[in-house]
């Protein structure tokens, strides 16, 4: 059966395992779908010290209901004159996971054939499925909504990759034989904000505050402990 939750429900629940830190990202990639909207998100392997299999899961943003494209638009695309439209849905930010590392499931399963344009590698640092949990929350945080022409999948996917491969010094590797582009529908190139350092600063804070959350959480755990031993 396949798992799927909100990035920020997923965030709750990988803060409560033991062992989170050590679930290592093994790597990223940046795919494409190459049919209908041409969907991105990104594909996720994880490895944990104890166990041979890497776990799987994907990484996308929709929007959380049927909407007309219209209503998608940013208002500075609606022409003068024209009725304000209304606030746009909310994202729809989603980990989904493989329940038997079955790739094709939540793939090809989820959005069709798809290509990979790029993939990010750690040989030096390597990010835990807390930290990449904690940046998929802060992402979602910055533009909790969706709209067409600048906070759609291309920007989320695109965002959490970029921040990602900064903050860890990770290896990128462009697949050169892919005809597809990234942020792109159909060859028109969308234009993207760069939120690449605000989400960096972002996900840093957020992550430092998570951490000393943990270590007053562990603190408060252990004073019965001291207390009896006095």
């Excluded at 462009?174 to 529908?185: E, G, I, R």
Aim: hydrophobic share 35%; charged share 20%; net charge neutral.
């Amino acid at each position: 059966m396949i798992l799927r939750s909100h990035v920020k429900d997923w965030s709750t629940d990988v803060r409560a395992l033991p062992d989170a830190v050590l679930c290592i990202v093994k790597s990223i990639e940046l795919r494409k779908a190459v049919e209908s909207k041409q969907h991105e998100y990104l594909l996720v392997r994880v490895c944990h010290p104890n166990s041979a299999r890497l776990a799987v899961f994907i990484v996308d943003r929709c929007p959380s209901s049927k909407v007309s494209i219209r209503r998608l638009m940013p208002s500075q695309s609606i022409p003068s004159g024209s009725c304000s439209p209304s606030s746009p849905p909310a994202a729809s930010d989603t980990v989904t996971i493989s329940p038997d590392g079955d790739e094709s499931q939540i793939t090809v399963g989820q959005h069709g054939p798809s290509e990979t344009l790029s993939t990010l590698t750690f040989p030096v640092l390597h990010p835990t499925i807390l930290d990449l949990s904690t940046l998929l929350e802060v992402v979602n945080s910055h533009a909790p909504f969706y709209t067409i022409e600048e906070y759609q999948c291309y920007w989320y996917a695109g965002a959490a990759y970029e921040v990602i491969k900064l903050e860890f010094n990770a290896t990128e590797t462009v697949n050169a034989s892919t005809k597809l582009k990234h942020a792109s529908y159909k060859g028109y190139l969308l234009k993207q904000e760069d939120t690449t350092p605000a989400l960096q600063k972002e996900f840093v804070a957020r992550r430092n505050l998570y951490a000393k959350e943990c270590k007053g959480q562990q603190t408060a755990r252990d004073a019965p402990l001291v207390a009896v031993r006095s």
